[in-house]
């Protein structure tokens, strides 16, 4: 069975501080990987989406890595800012219209 | 965000009473789904659809059902709410191997 895990659970850092988020798998066998944030009272905000066959995605100051033989994926956040503040979670989609998504990374950004 | 529209936003009700959650989207966009999301047990998948009339049991289907007579809407039906239905429920759509985007949510008290 698809387990995903996010660690840390909580996250605070200084304004300005690059950092990097962890999401891991057990199973491989993943059609494509994405990574959404969430604000309080809100739903999901996409943010990248890694297919299987590609490695990573870049989206302004965001990136995403994707190791499916490790079963793990990276979301690298530069230079953050208190805007970022967020609970980000990532999904993988394992097929037939099941995505398993992770409890996610509650981010805080300091001013 | 990205088209779509649930409503109510917010609703309480007693248990024992039907209870019909609707989504509506303007992105026409093939694929349509419903979650709940709960503390514990993070986003977890109700019911989806893949085109008018076309629809499937997710991993928590038991209680709920679901009808999309339209591309652009899709209703979520609790037949006789229970209590263990409080829940966030959020509508997500998407195209086939394309990111899925969410709507804000509706929060569903039952008492």
């Known amino acids: 069975k698809q387990e995903v895990t996010q660690i840390p659970a909580a996250l605070s850092v200084p304004e300005g501080e690059n950092l990097v988020l962890n999401c891991s798998f057990t199973d491989s066998a993943i059609y494509n990987l994405q990574w959404f944030r969430q604000d309080p009272g809100k739903g999901l905000t996409s943010l990248l989406l890694?297919?299987?066959?590609?490695r990573e995605q870049t989206s302004g100051r965001l990136n995403a890595s994707l190791d499916k033989s490790s079963g793990r994926s990276t979301l690298y956040i530069a230079a953050s800012q208190p805007g970022d503040s967020a609970t980000y979670l990532c999904a993988v989609y394992t097929g037939g219209f099941k995505t398993i998504f992770g409890a996610g990374t509650r981010l805080f950004v300091k001013a | 965000d990205a088209g779509i529209t649930q409503s109510p936003r917010h609703k309480v009700t007693e248990t024992g009473t039907p209870v019909t959650l609707r989504c509506h989207q303007t992105e026409n966009h093939r694929y349509m789904y419903w979650y709940r999301q709960d503390p514990g047990h993070g986003l977890r998948l109700i019911h989806y659809?893949?085109?008018?009339?076309?629809?499937d049991k997710g991993e928590v289907s038991d209680g709920y059902s679901v009808s999309r007579s339209k591309t652009e809407d899709f209703l979520l039906t609790l037949e006789s709410a229970t209590s263990s239905q409080t829940s966030v429920y959020f509508c997500?759509?998407?195209?086939?191997?394309?990111?899925?985007?969410f709507g804000d949510g509706t929060r569903l008290s039952i008492l």
């Open positions: 659809s893949y085109g008018v009339k076309d629809t």
């Open positions: 997500a759509i998407s195209e086939p191997d394309q990111p899925q985007h």
């Open positions: 890694i297919q299987s066959s590609q």
